[in-house]
């Protein structure tokens, strides 16, 4: 898979993960503020029809006080309340009946309410309306009749308010009511009952914009109103007192989640149970979760985006240096084009590594080449100069044949030294050297010439023996050492001393040629050091077997291959003054 593709698909997870996750919360906090607000809704609806039945409640109530504010009316019912059977007991019943009906008959009392009824235990029955059509009440109706009479004895005088209920005073029409009693002095002078029908509720409490079901009960748990006659209310009846005035999420048989409010009137002294008509948990899905789709949709859809864009912008340096490396070759390592700008660090920092890699490249394969062409070189002038290496060692035998004969160990010895000095420099295998090899070949070419200058040489070799594993160009050392020997003593009568010291420092190390000879005049060292920077130049630059026209075995040379061995680590210093000697220094710094 192509890292493109691994970035997208994996910041893709990582991202829808995140929207997912983003998702959920925002549908949960969405949908307990959904629940909320429905759960504000179900009390507020619950308040406003809990006030609406503490206003017919308290309309009933107030019909009775009106009636019995009346002192006519009150004279009337006690009259009412211990009629005798005789001529004038009649008249006076028949009375005070007309006073209390014509009361009762009143157009408040009789517009606002089915019935209002006053009746006592000698079953006598008074009650309005009886002109309208289907209000006449039933003659033989008896005082026992009236089936919540225990019920409102028992409330010791204070007004009773009855559930749903067939009426008990009614002729051929009997409707279901409601009814708000109260015992006349302490039932001694009766009952009065006012009556209100469930179609009248109905028209007052039932809205088709509501989105509720409403269940009203008396304090006794009776049934008073439903609003919907589908419901059962002995379903909900147990709920009254569980909820205690909070709103509860109920789940029902059919699996519907529905919300419910219980609370009860102090005021009118009854319980009404809200009772939501729809699935709430349907309904927050279609509030909630089309929107928090969308958004979850839109996040993923815009963060697939992003990470398309961004992706591409992280791989299109990584796309330009594949095609950099595609079209990288041998032999246009530095004509390769690099882009002038990266704009990520890390991908420029590859670039910067990649085009430090080609330059390394590049310097070592020039290295290589041009010690290959300076060994090979240096190996053809020693070839020349050897003429055959096999006839000398055969001289060279010869020669220390004839020594021992005359009993000479000297000659034994320099012709075993030279023989030494030959086989190393006529080695063709290895392009370089240790320091210890090359200070063991210089010690048996300086041995070599003490025994021709005698006391005229002197000569000390001091290396620290942490050099001896350092490389250089083979016959480095004896190059510079002869220029010290040959040319000092030209001019110079008196002893030449030769030192060779090497020592590690604390940035690399270090080796000094140091002679004592006449030096070298300030025109030369002039030439020399012109002839190294030339020299210098031109390896720096394109390699043309540029090495090939350098020549020759001398000083010039000597520089030449070592600057191909360390051309960025090497210090080179040739120090000298006519008549004070010359100083050779090659400081290798620590890479």
Not at 143 to 168: C, K, M, Q, W
Not at 270 to 291: E, K
Not at 314 to 334: A, F, G, S, W, Y
Request: hydrophobic share 40%; aromatic share 10%; net charge negative.
């Amino acid at each position: 898979m192509k890292f493109r593709k691994k970035i997208i698909l994996t910041y893709t997870t990582f991202l829808v993960i995140i929207s997912f996750m983003f998702a959920g919360m925002f549908y949960v906090i969405n949908a307990n503020h959904y629940l909320e607000q429905e759960f504000e809704t179900i009390r507020t609806s619950s308040n406003v029809k809990m006030q609406q039945m503490e206003t017919i409640i308290r309309d009933m109530d107030s019909a009775i006080l009106i009636v019995l504010s009346d002192i006519e009316v009150l004279n009337s019912l006690r009259t009412f309340s211990r009629m005798r059977f005789d001529t004038l007991g009649e008249l006076l019943f028949h009375e005070a009946s007309a006073t209390i009906q014509l009361k009762m008959n009143s157009f408040y009392l009789s517009d606002r309410f089915y019935r209002m009824v006053v009746f006592n235990d000698q079953d006598n029955v008074i009650a309005n309306n009886t002109f309208k059509i289907n209000r006449g009440i039933n003659s033989n109706a008896q005082f026992a009749d009236f089936p919540y009479l225990e019920a409102v004895r028992s409330n010791n005088g204070r007004s009773t308010l009855i559930g749903l209920h067939t009426d008990t005073w009614g002729n051929t029409y009997r409707p279901e009511v409601i009814s708000y009693v109260m015992g006349i002095e302490y039932t001694n002078m009766g009952f009065i009952e006012v009556q209100m029908t469930n179609n009248s509720l109905r028209d007052i409490l039932v809205s088709s914009e509501d989105d509720y079901d409403y269940i009203f009960f008396t304090a006794e748990k009776d049934l008073l109103f439903s609003t919907n006659l589908d419901l059962d209310p002995e379903h909900y009846l147990a709920l009254i007192e569980l909820f205690d005035n909070q709103v509860q999420e109920i789940t029902e048989e059919n699996g519907s989640s529905i919300l419910i409010h219980a609370s009860y009137s102090e005021n009118g002294n009854f319980y009404l149970l809200t009772i939501s008509n729809t699935n709430v948990r349907n309904d927050l899905l279609q509030a909630v979760l089309p929107f928090s789709a969308l958004l979850l949709l839109v996040g993923i859809l815009v963060s697939i985006a992003y990470i398309s864009l961004t992706a591409n912008q992280l791989t299109k340096p990584i796309h330009e240096l594949q095609h950099v490396m595609e079209n990288t070759r041998l032999d246009n390592i530095m004509e390769t084009e690099m882009p002038a700008k990266i704009s990520d660090d890390e991908m420029e920092a590859l670039y910067i590594t990649y085009k430090d890699l080609l330059e390394r490249l590049n310097a070592s394969m020039l290295k290589e080449e041009r010690l290959s062409v300076m060994q090979l070189q240096a190996q053809f002038d020693l070839l020349q100069a050897q003429v055959n290496p096999h006839f000398i060692y055969n001289v060279l035998n010869v020669l220390s044949g004839r020594g021992l004969q005359a009993d000479d160990n000297v000659i034994c010895e320099i012709c075993s030294d030279l023989a030494k000095m030959l086989r190393y420099s006529t080695n063709t295998k290895d392009k370089y050297a240790t320091v210890q090899q090359e200070v063991e070949y210089l010690q048996l070419y300086l041995s070599i010439l003490k025994y021709r200058h005698e006391h005229k040489l002197n000569y000390e070799i001091s290396t620290d023996p942490t050099l001896e594993s350092k490389i250089l160009p083979r016959i480095v050392l004896q190059q510079f050492v002869e220029n010290s020997v040959y040319h000092g003593s030209s001019t110079v009568d008196e002893t030449i001393t030769i030192s060779v010291l090497g020592e590690s420092l604390k940035d690399g190390w270090r080796l000094q040629i140091i002679d004592n000879g006449s030096g070298i005049s300030t025109e030369k060292l002039t030439e020399i050091q012109n002839s190294m920077a030339e020299v210098r130049e031109r390896l720096s630059g394109h390699r043309h077997h540029v090495e090939m026209e350098i020549g020759g075995m001398g000083l010039v040379n000597s520089y030449a291959r070592l600057y191909i061995l360390y051309p960025e680590e090497m210090d080179f210093s040739i120090t000298s003054k006519p008549g004070q000697g010359t100083t050779v220094t090659i400081c290798i710094k620590s890479t």
